[in-house]
Structure formats: C-alpha cells, structure tokens
C-alpha cells in the first residue's frame, strides 16, 4: 500500500474531492491550510498585482519570498489504485501554471484500524 501525498492550491479542494469520489477513491484525509513555496522566488499573486497598479502589492516586492497558503491531501490506498490517485489528482489540478501543486508517494509499512483490530490492507477501503 501507497500514501499519496499532494499539495494543492486551496480553491482545488471541492474538484479533487469529487473528482476522487468519482474515480472510487472515497477515504482521504485533508489539512485546512498549509503553507509554502516551490523553486520560484516571486508570489504571482503580489506580482500580478503589481503590474496592476496597486500599491500594497508595490511595497511588497523587495520583501522576498511569501509563502503560499496551500492545502495537504493524504490518501491512503492499494498500490493498484495509486496511478488513478495520481492521475486524478493532476487532471483536476494542472492549470499549466506555477503552484499547480506536488505529487508525493510514499510507501507504508503497517497500518491498523483501531475499532476493529484489523491490519494491512483490510484497514483500506477499495
């Protein structure tokens, strides 16, 4: 079994979740808001600003790197169904513009329900 570990930009949150409802992914756990930034040294949203014309968004240009609000997605699943996770998850979130996001999987050892006992891949619904 794989964990499936993307960062998404939070207005994405409702598409993925259907989105993964519609492939059969239903289990998956979510933060509210995390926060970063990737290679890039400039938040496009002060930028964009900027070149609008409006002051506050101009002041914060030499303030360096802002990080991102962004949120964390975790799923859980068989490795059977970790291509349709990561599929899923690029088809809803590619706008082929920086911050889209990041795939990460990983593996996982063990897991264990704890209202029932059970272990392995009998904890994961499929």
């Known amino acids: 079994m794989k964990e499936v570990m ?25 933060t509210g808001r995390v926060v970063g930034r990737g290679k890039g040294m400039v938040d496009f949203r002060i930028l964009q600003g900027a070149e609008n014309g409006h002051e506050e968004a101009i002041s914060q240009l030499d303030r360096g790197p802002r990080l991102i609000p962004k949120r964390l997605l975790i799923v859980v699943v068989p490795d059977k169904l970790v291509q349709t996770v990561i599929q899923t998850l690029i088809a809803v979130n590619q706008t082929g513009q920086p911050g889209d996001g990041k795939i990460f999987v990983l593996p996982v050892l063990e897991s264990h329900r704890v209202r029932t006992g059970e272990s392995g891949d009998d904890v994961l619904d499929d």
């Open 6 to 30: 993307a960062i998404i930009r939070m207005n994405m949150m409702n598409k993925t979740k259907q989105a993964l409802a519609d492939a059969g992914i239903s289990s998956f756990t979510a």
